[in-house]
Structures are given as C-alpha cells and as structure tokens.
C-alpha cells in the first residue's frame, strides 16, 4: 500500500467515530459498496473485524493462511447430524483472499425462481448483464492461459470419457506471460485487497480494521454501532447516517440478531454441503504450485457438480484423517494423490442464532434423508469418473469409511450415508437474510434495504435467496454492484 493511501487506514481509533456511510465487513459485497460509494464522493467508513493484511502475507493455502486470515483457524462448523464444517474468511476483503477463484454469472433459472418465489424485483439477465460485464473486467476473470494442472485434466478426461459435460471454469486471475506453454500458468488472485480495497481509498474511504462491530442501534435519526477494537481492547463508538452491513451469510445475521433486529433474519440459511473423496493414481498428478484446479463437471446441475480441490500435503494429510491406517501414503505418496468432491444444492436449511456469553453464534444446519441420498448419488458417480479416469484406490470422507479399489469399485459404499461419520464441508454458505418484496419470508427489499427500518442495508451472501448451485462469488459481486447503483440514484 503506497504512503497517499495509507492514511486512509485507521490504527488508532479515537473513542467516538462520526460518518455518512459505514460498511461492516470487506469482503466482495461490503469492499465494492464501499468503493463505489466513495467513487460517488459520499464519505464512507469501511469497519472490517479482521486485520488488514497484503495478499502475500503468507503462502495461498497454507497453514499460516488459515492462522492469519480464517475465522478461527478454519475451525468453524454447522451443528446438525452430519455436521457440516465451513469456513469464513476474517481479514479484510473476506472470503476472497482465501479462496479459489472460481467465477459464474447467476443461472437464468436461478433468478426466475428468485422472481417468482420471493417476488425479487428487476433481477434479470438483462438487468443483471452490465453488472457481469464490468465486475469481470474489474477482477480480470479469465482462462488459464496455459496447460491446467494434471489432477484437473484427470477430472475432466473422466467425465468426457463417460460422456459427462465437464468444462474449464474462468478464474479472476492475473496470469504471468507464459514462456512454456507445457507449464501450468502462475497468476495473482485478484481479491479485493488487489482491486476494489486500493480504488475506495484512493477515492478518500477510511477502514477501521480489527474492529468487531458488538451491536447497532437506531437513534436520534442516526445508528450507532458499538464496536471493539484489537489489540488495544479499547471501545469504539461509530455514528452513521447509513450502514450498510456486509459480513457474509453467518455474521450479518448474528449481528442483526444481537441488535434486536430478527424478522426473516437467520431462519433460511443455506449452503452447498460437499463430500470428499482422494484419488490415487498411479502418476503424479500433484505438485506444490498446483494451486486450485479449474475444471467442473456439471452433468448433474444444479443435483451436485464435481470438482478438484487444493490437494497441498498439508490438505492431503488432512483429508486422509478419515483413513487413519491409509496416512502414511501421504508422506510416500502426495504426488500421486488428489482431492476431489461432489458438491450438492439441498433441499435441508439451516439457521443462525446468538448465544449468551457465547462470541461466536451457534449455527445449525439439517440435511433431509433426500439431501444424503443425492450426495451419496454424487458420490457413486464421482468414484466411477475417478476410476475411469485411471484411479486405483479411493477414500471417501466417511470416518474409517470404505477404501475403494478398481477391483471393489463402488460396492463397497454404504447403502445410505452414516450421519454421524459422513465429513461434509462446504465455503459456500448464502440465503439468511433473503432479498424480495415477499414479507413473509424476506429480510430485505430487492435491493437490499431492511425492511421496515430507514437507512439499513445488507449486501453480501446472505441475500442470495436461494442456493445458487454454481459458486456464487460472480453473484455476489453484480448485485452489490447493482444495489449501490440503486441507493446512489445511479441504477
């Protein structure tokens, strides 16, 4: 960050904070609310909870990238039976410093359903398009320019040889020229704190980082947000005409709820629980600059989609804790080895509540006998694409589960998926706060306004009123794009 921009950053905050706009949380929805807004020349505040660190404060998915920029250490989970783990990112520009990149528009099926159930009000293709197209030039979404990695091109020789729709994904990424072309391309993520956290400073937003925002109140014609700030443990209190609340789909309602604020918030989270499976081929497939493969397998959309995850040896050797008597393959074996998974759109939902005493807010989240049944139907289907792919043993996230061979193929799983030891996880979480001029289950008017209360807004995931089935990033910017359009007149 260059010296003209670094007196926007706010490290010693005084006890009282005055603003027009502030934005709680930096991740894709609260950092391009908050820059377009100051780029309108309002006078914004940008409060994140987390610490404001370069994208190359630590090697990408690493463990000091979870220490330094995960809620908890990644350790985060969704109560129910299985349980689901998720992950936040905590840092500013949230969840897009830590995860891969991936990039879709909202399917067109996805909004109809948005318009019809929740009476969502100019949400179209047509509207959404503009908002698409400058998002995409504003973070570079891109293709490799390149040779993807081999455990990509593994899930997608499998599917094409089984005849499955399976395809390269775009990335908003900055690729390095590339001089060998048999090489897997190397690139910088374009997250937030690399594109839209440098142009709100530069047009005069402030940020307060490692502030935790406690609870917001309406008073006097203005809110008032009570807020502690680390490491100094001191109190802050932050006045503001407008507040805009961004924290993603677990903490804006765990806020909004700790206010007092709870109609149609945090009773319909959903998200996209996922099961994995790690492949051993007889080749190397791994490597250490792998990063995140880019192709998905989209037969079964929106049902469950497959994909290839970070398959590091830290990742390997955590994914091989469900195969204790399996783990020393890792040491041996890592570059054999990859991750893959089948990620599901349930029908289950889940909600977020706050506990007394508690910081975190219990999250709880039910996945129906249908939902278990589908994702082990993703789960035969990715094993028989695996092995087509030329595999030669399997291991599922099922605690000391079956390990499948060539020669056991799939029999060998279970008739139904065992709730107490199926490991699900997922990064997408969405829809506790959902958007709509339908009262009777929205949160939030079609453009992100609380309803019933003046000058409240949200913008992030939990709008999103559904499950998307695609990862939602691409979503999540257009509409913030769109609805801070709308609040500045500009729409």
Not at 161 to 176: H, N
Not at 274 to 291: R, Y
Not at 442 to 453: E, I, M, N, Q, R
Request: glycine letters at 8%.
């Amino acid at each position: 960050m260059s010296n003209s921009l670094s007196d926007k950053v706010i490290t010693n905050p005084p006890e009282q904070l005055r603003c027009e706009i502030a934005v709680v949380g930096s991740g894709p929805g609260g950092a391009i609310t908050a820059c377009l807004l100051a780029e309108a020349g309002r006078n914004v505040l940008l409060i994140e909870e987390g610490p404001f660190l370069s994208l190359e404060s630590c090697i990408p998915f690493s463990k000091d990238e979870m220490v330094q920029k995960y809620r908890n250490g990644g350790l985060t989970v969704a109560m129910g039976s299985p349980k689901v783990q998720y992950v936040e990112g905590r840092c500013v520009g949230g969840g897009s410093e830590i995860n891969s990149g991936l990039y879709y528009r909202t399917p067109a099926e996805i909004l109809e359903k948005w318009r019809r159930e929740f009476q969502l009000e100019a949400l179209d293709e047509a509207d959404l398009l503009p908002h698409f197209e400058v998002c995409e030039q504003d973070v570079t979404v891109c293709y490799l320019p390149g040779k993807p990695p081999d455990a990509s091109l593994k899930l997608h020789e499998g599917a094409i040889a089984l005849g499955w729709k399976s395809f390269e994904v775009p990335r908003w990424f900055q690729y390095e020229e590339q001089v060998d072309q048999m090489t897997v391309p190397k690139g910088t993520r374009q997250s937030m704190t690399k594109t839209f956290i440098p142009r709100a400073l530069k047009a005069g937003c402030q940020i307060l980082a490692n502030t935790r925002v406690q609870v917001i109140r309406f008073q006097g014609n203005k809110w008032l947000l009570k807020s502690d700030h680390a490491p100094l443990a001191s109190h802050v209190q932050i006045e503001a005409d407008y507040l805009f609340i961004c924290g993603g789909a677990v903490q804006t309602p765990a806020l909004l709820r700790r206010s007092g604020i709870t109609n149609n918030i945090g009773n319909s989270l959903q998200m996209h629980p996922t099961i994995k499976v790690t492949a051993h081929f007889p080749e190397n497939v791994s490597s250490t600059d792998m990063g995140v493969p880019v192709h998905q397998v989209k037969e079964f959309a929106p049902r469950f989609s497959f994909g290839c995850s970070i398959s590091s040896p830290a990742y390997l050797a955590l994914a091989m804790n469900d195969h204790p008597t399996d783990r020393h393959e890792v040491d041996q074996n890592w570059q054999k080895m990859a991750i893959y998974y089948a990620m599901m759109t349930p029908s289950g939902r889940g909600t977020i509540r706050c506990v007394p005493k508690f910081r975190d807010p219990l999250v709880r989240y039910g996945l129906t006998d249908g939902d278990l049944k589908t994702l082990l139907e993703g789960l035969q289907k990715l094993s028989m694409l695996l092995f087509e792919a030329g595999a030669t043993t399997l291991y599922p996230s099922i605690t000391e589960g079956p390990k499948l061979t060539k020669q056991t193929k799939i029999n060998n799983l279970p008739d139904t998926l065992p709730r107490k030891l199926t490991n699900l996880m997922t990064i997408h979480l969405f829809s506790s706060c959902p958007m709509g001029e339908n009262q009777k289950i929205c949160a939030v008017d079609s453009f992100g306004k609380v309803h019933g209360l003046k000058n409240l807004y949200v913008a992030d995931a939990s709008l999103l009123c559904t499950a998307p089935g695609v990862n939602p990033q691409g979503s999540i910017m257009a509409i913030a794009r769109r609805n801070a359009l709308h609040f500045l007149g500009k729409l």
